[in-house]
């Protein structure tokens, strides 16, 4: 069976399809160039000296690992002097990056979580990178924040790489889902799945039981159901996958179906779960509703959500709309509508 490249698919779909202009077509090969090096740098381990903690914190608090540094800036080199982009955003940058003056500046606005995972770093668990590109405001002359801050439904690309036995790159421009993956020999991306669908049903969920005390009713209902299995109201034997890295649990759901939840808790009613808007749960409902599942924040549609921060938290089910619908519908049953995440 003859594959196609990257470069081949984004060309058709630019000539035959007219869905993605010449410059978003250089942006997304841009992008993955820099995932092939990311994945380059990742695959090192110890032999690298890119294993470990940088000794700083980024924007969350939380401790950078090596890595987490060095695909930020694996990024940040590889889409400056394209011309394409008049900014970027990332998880690990506390404000926006413009586009260095000495540079031509374009129409798009890219935002990434260059290494999402970074626990999994240091023991050789798979992690990734997950982007998500936006057109800039008409008229806007120097990008600020609020320029950003566009509900996810105005995406006109999303995609992760996922860095694990093997690397593939996942890509959506609005016209279903399309998988590349990496043929390390000759350094090409070649298709390996044109038009990626969820299951509708699952047996599969994934959710950090650990955080099981702090789970608000709606959650605690839909969880005890799954465990009560063949007994139970669902009457069905579930599974439980939960790799603590997101692209890897979503890679998992778009190849065979299942369910990802990171819910608001009862910890912190400020901090509506982990997981951020902008650079993690819009690309990735982007993808997943592409693929024909759903993705809500357990009351509103993910991509519809105003964002009102740059590094917004969102509470994140989705996946396998029968289950997606299931738990989203207990949140609306739920008598108090606090449980719901917040902005
Ligand atoms: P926990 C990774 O740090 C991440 O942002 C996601 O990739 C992953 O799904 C989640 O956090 C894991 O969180 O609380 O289980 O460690």
Redesign the pocket.
Known sequence: MKRISLTQHLIEEQRLNNTIPAELRLLIEVVARACKTISHAVGKGALGEVMGTAETENVQGEVQKKLDIISNDILLEANEWGGHLAAMASEEMESIHPIPNRYPKGEYLLLFDPL????NIDVNVSIGTIFSVLKAPEGMATPTEQDFLQPGTMQVAAGYAVYGPQTVLVLTTGNGVQCFTLDREMGSWVMTQNAAKIPAETKEFAI?TS?ARHWHAPVKRYIDELLAGKTGPRGKDYNMR?I????A?VHRILTRGGVFM?PADARDPDKPG??RLMY?ANPMAFIVEQAGGIATDGKRRILDIQPEKLHQRVAVFLGSREEVERVTSYHGDAADSTLLSGK
């Open positions: 999402d995972g970074s626990s950090n955080n939960w603590a890295s997101m692209v649990d990171y982990k997981l993690e």
